[in-house]
């Protein structure tokens, strides 16, 4: 059995889905749970229920915003007082910056991105997908121990019944050390929707969208549905949607539970992208795009005349 | 005996294909659709050095070979072959003053194209005289302190954009061959009248027109050689200029093989991708097979031309092959896709289109095989 | 200033990846390697700042096999000063990269100012090595960054973050920075370019002179395969108009009660 931490971002304070399945997949091991800052009870007694044994607060100046260093600084010097062997966090924008320079801290290595794993005799071993998902493999940590992952969101998927652990908050007294890169201004998106790599639902429009006015068909839906909006490299490409809405090679790598593709082909490099999504419906008027050998359910016809009908009926089925 | 391109010639291509794929290909079927002139990608091209690479580098050129030119024209014309017809139309044009300018003819011509982006084109047919080169219309007269040219020149590439034309004219009919002159000849000169644009078949995006000069004067010093000197000259050029006309057949062909590779994969017929097919599966090595023959022609042909080795035969064969098969193989890329190679919504239908014209234009098929036969025979 | 600019060499996107005999890593033989595309808009940043500030020096440093050094000589015919490059395995580990780039920089004996990396190479998407590099260095990090302003020895750059919100950042340098597409847009490499890239010096080190032993490995991968197949999904004919709300219909029941996602 090993003790691992596992480090949780709190969003509008909740704390991210990512961490409880995280922590359901580590039933049989002692797993605390850290968190920079303030939680609130029911976010603890969430965490509990997944089987947090205890939760540590790390409180100290200069924590209120993320800095890569103020965070790695103040964990760093937490971890150091405890013994764990494994630390954990979720591979979202924040784990994947923060990680690798929290690990470097201790020469440790880490393993990124991983979409399962085991603790055999307390001994971790995951896959995760490499070259954009065309290929998976096995990846074991060696050298200085804590070792650390980060989980991929969505992948492991929750545990249907946790072993819940004690739950016992504390604060913990952290010190952000010296930050010199430090945010002065975060710009809010456009969109408040979740974001692709961690969104349970997408819908993504290809390049027989046409232009970007289309898209709103795949907002309405999306707003149905509670989906976010991705696109093809060909819309991107086309100005159709901007960069950050990419999903592909050289976009985003998704993996919600439902993907929904609208008028996509289904290039290689696409597919990479979206290969992982649980369930894949898509929509298009060519009954041999490529798109349709990887599609769970494939409907072919016209997007501009089947989203809208899929709205009315999600919109039925959801009692909207 | 070395088939292997020089790491340089592999990274030129590279550029040159990583062009077409990203400022050509995804704007060629629009610029073939309504028949624009691909001015802005043009001007990148050059920026990037891809044109007038016939350039020598004493003038502010590239300095490339002949090999390297036409590994440049076939990754260009892979990305679109009517915009690479206008591209390669500089260097038609540039290669009469580059083998038969004097060298204050060559810093004044030359240097001013390496310099900013202009664009030239190269006036040789005449309504009455394609293949029939030596029976040129076309007269230039001394008129004293300069010469007058007068006649008219048709499918002129790039006319009605070229900051310089080479014309080519005879001094006097009666001497035949021996009375063909070229000469350089300012497009804004008075006298000069443009037609309208020809509506093509393929090559839409290349600006062809035809071109009258009614009387038209031109300094004394634009005269390339001396007169009566031109056919020794355009012969010479079609030894540089075929193994490229060729190149860009090739590319085409290059082209079409790949999207039917990958049409052939993802095409499910019976149950299978189409490419399980044996009648597939020829046609394809069939191209395979075409693509690799011309392009070994293609090299020979500009590598004999880079040795000052005679090369009219082996450029002969290279054109005819390279522009018969790239006619072949996107006939084939057509078929292949079936109904979706027939509707403008998939690429190889251009690509056929295309094809064609390189079979005519630069020497047809025809004549390149009495070329061929009189080297054989001779 | 010194400008560092750190790539790595990748399997071109369309390249089809299959894994090796015994599953040690992927076929490597008929691979086209590329720049890491993320990379090319970190050559991008460093050739931006260098035309603004002429005495400035690039140089890039690479980690890999030498059988084709493509990356670098695209960087110094895009315009880099010169190159350095450190003979290694291709599927070398994150941290061994991160350490190797660091002993490399520092042989050049140049101090850097601003380290650019892409902010994730697009064969193992590990994205780690920007981090532990600054970490190793030192230095202050800022990763996935879509805006860079220099002013003085002031950085501003702005940092993409989920949902496509952006952090603003302002450190002072020397820092390291880790671009995403968007930040600009990479430059060809021109043909006078390349011509020139063939004078540029380029370094050569083995892993041993920059300090790295097989001691430094962290991560092992081993068990390459490729993804399960999926089973063949359903298809639905919709092109017929009166058809299509009984598909739609029928599509979204199964939704819930076959694949159960809503």
């Known amino acids: 059995m090993a003790n691992v931490l596992v480090f949780t971002e709190l969003h509008d304070g909740h704390v991210k889905p990512v961490t409880l399945e995280i922590l359901g997949k580590l039933a049989g091991q002692t797993a605390d749970v850290a968190v920079i800052g303030d939680i609130a009870a029911d976010q603890v007694a969430e965490l509990a229920k997944h089987g947090a044994q205890n939760v540590h607060k790390l409180k100290g100046a200069n924590l209120d915003k993320y800095s890569p260093e103020g965070y790695a600084n103040a964990l760093a010097e937490f971890i150091k007082s405890k013994s764990y062997d494994y630390v954990f966090a979720g591979a979202t924008s924040m784990g994947k910056d923060l990680l690798p320079r929290l690990a470097t801290k201790f020469d440790a290595g880490l393993a990124s991105d991983v979409v399962n794993f085991t603790m055999d005799g307390g001994s971790f071993a995951g896959t995760r997908p490499l070259f954009a998902g065309k290929c998976l493999a096995k990846v074991e940590i060696t050298g200085p121990k804590p070792h650390f992952v980060s989980i991929r969101p969505n992948a492991l998927g929750m545990t249907a019944n946790p072993t819940a652990g004690a739950g016992a908050a504390a604060d913990v007294n952290a010190n952000a050390g010296e930050i010199r890169a430090a945010i002065k201004e975060i710009i809010k998106a456009a969109s408040t929707k979740v974001d692709l790599t961690e969104a349970n639902i997408i819908v993504t429009g290809g390049r027989a969208m046409k232009n970007a006015e289309n898209f709103q068909i795949l907002e309405k839906l999306a707003d149905t549905i509670g989906a976010t909006v991705g696109a093809s490299r060909a819309a991107v490409d086309s100005g159709f949607a901007p960069h950050s809405m990419q999903v592909g090679q050289t976009g985003k790598t998704v993996a919600p539970s439902l993907y929904i593709a609208c008028g996509v082909s289904g290039a290689i490099q696409h597919l990479a992208g979206m290969r992982t999504s649980k369930v894949i419906v898509a929509i298009n008027t060519d009954p041999d795009a490529p798109i349709f050998t990887r599609a769970d359910y494939g409907i072919v016809g016209d997007l501009f005349q089947i989203v809208p009908i899929l709205t009315e009926e999600f919109k039925k089925l959801l009692g909207k | 005996m070395d088939f292997a391109l020089s790491s340089e010639q592999l990274e030129i291509r590279e550029l040159a294909l990583k062009f077409a794929k990203n400022e050509m290909i995804p704007h060629a079927q629009e610029y073939d659709e309504a028949g624009t002139f691909p001015h802005e990608i043009f001007r990148k091209a050059w920026e990037l050095g891809l044109i007038n690479t016939c350039i020598p580098a004493e003038y502010g050129g590239t300095g490339f070979s002949s090999v390297d030119s036409v590994i440049i024209s076939e990754a260009l014309a892979y990305g679109c072959m009517g915009m690479n017809t206008s591209f390669m139309a500089n260097d038609l044009a540039l290669l009469p003053i580059v083998i038969g300018g004097s060298h204050e003819q060559k810093k004044k011509f030359l240097e001013p194209f390496t310099q900013d982006f202009k664009i030239a084109s190269f006036c040789l047919t005449e309504p009455g005289n394609g293949s029939d080169a030596g029976g040129i219309k076309t007269q230039i007269k001394d008129g004293g302190d300069h010469w007058i040219v007068s006649g008219e020149k048709m499918w002129i590439t790039n006319a009605g954009y070229a900051d310089l034309f080479v014309v080519y004219g005879t001094i006097d009919p009666n001497l035949k061959h021996k009375g063909i002159s070229a000469i350089v000849v300012d497009p804004k000169s008075p006298g000069i009248e443009l037609g309208k644009k020809e509506d093509k078949m393929g090559h839409r995006s290349s600006d062809t027109r035809g071109v009258r000069f009614n009387n038209v004067k031109v300094p004394k010093e634009n005269m390339l050689g001396k007169p009566g000197e031109g056919w020794a000259i355009a012969m010479k050029t079609l030894d540089h200029s075929r193994p490229l006309v060729a190149s860009s057949a090739l590319g085409g062909s290059a082209r079409a093989l790949e999207l039917c590779i990958q049409y052939s994969k993802e095409r499910i017929q019976f149950g299978v991708p189409i490419a399980k097919h044996q009648a597939i599966q020829f046609m394809i090595a069939e191209m395979g097979m075409k693509v690799e023959a011309a392009r070994l022609l293609v090299h020979k042909a500009a590598w004999l031309c880079d040795q000052g080795a005679h090369n009219t035969e082996i450029a002969s064969y290279a054109k005819a092959f390279a522009s018969d098969s790239c006619m072949q193989i996107t006939t084939d890329a057509v078929q292949i896709y079936g109904g979706y190679g027939y509707s403008k919504e998939y690429p190889v239908e251009k690509l056929m289109r295309d094809a064609k014209l390189i079979q005519i234009y630069e020497g047809t098929s025809q004549i390149q095989r009495l070329v061929m036969a009189r080297e054989l025979l001779k | ?262």
Do not use: H
């Open chain 3, 1 to 262: 200033m010194n400008i560092f600019v750190c790539v790595k060499q990748v399997p071109d996107t369309e390249t089809k990846i299959t894994p090796n005999g015994d599953g040690s890593f992927i076929e490597t033989a008929s691979i086209k390697w590329i720049m890491n595309p993320y990379d090319e808009f970190a050559v991008e940043q460093a050739l931006l700042v260098k035309q603004a500030n002429p005495a400035a020096n690039v140089t890039v440093v690479r980690v890999g096999s030498v059988k084709d050094t493509e990356a670098l000589r695209t960087a110094m015919a895009m315009g880099a000063d010169e190159a350095v490059l450190v003979e290694a395995v291709d599927n070398l580990d994150s941290y061994s990269i991160a350490k190797a780039l660091k002993g490399a920089i520092e042989k050049t004996g140049k101090k850097p100012d601003i380290i650019l990396t892409g902010k994730q190479a697009i064969d193992d998407d590990a994205l780690q090595v920007p981090q532990i590099l600054a970490e190793m260095l030192n230095l202050p990090s800022v990763s996935v960054i879509v805006g860079f302003e220099l002013a003085g020895n002031t950085v501003k750059v702005k940092r993409e973050v989920e949902g496509g919100a952006l952090e603003v950042y302002e450190v002072a340098t020397p820092v390291l920075l880790a671009a995403n597409k968007g930040l600009n847009t990479p430059r060809y490499a021109s043909l006078p370019g390349i011509m020139k890239a063939k004078k540029k010096p380029m370094a050569q080190f083995s892993l041993a002179d920059v300090g790295v032993s097989d001691a430094d490995r962290r991560v092992k991968y081993s068990g390459f395969k490729l993804p399960p197949e999926k089973p063949a999904g359903k298809k639905f004919d919709a092109t017929d108009a009166t058809k299509q709300k009984d598909v739609v219909a029928q599509v979204v029941g199964l939704l819930r009660t076959e694949a159960k996602v809503i």
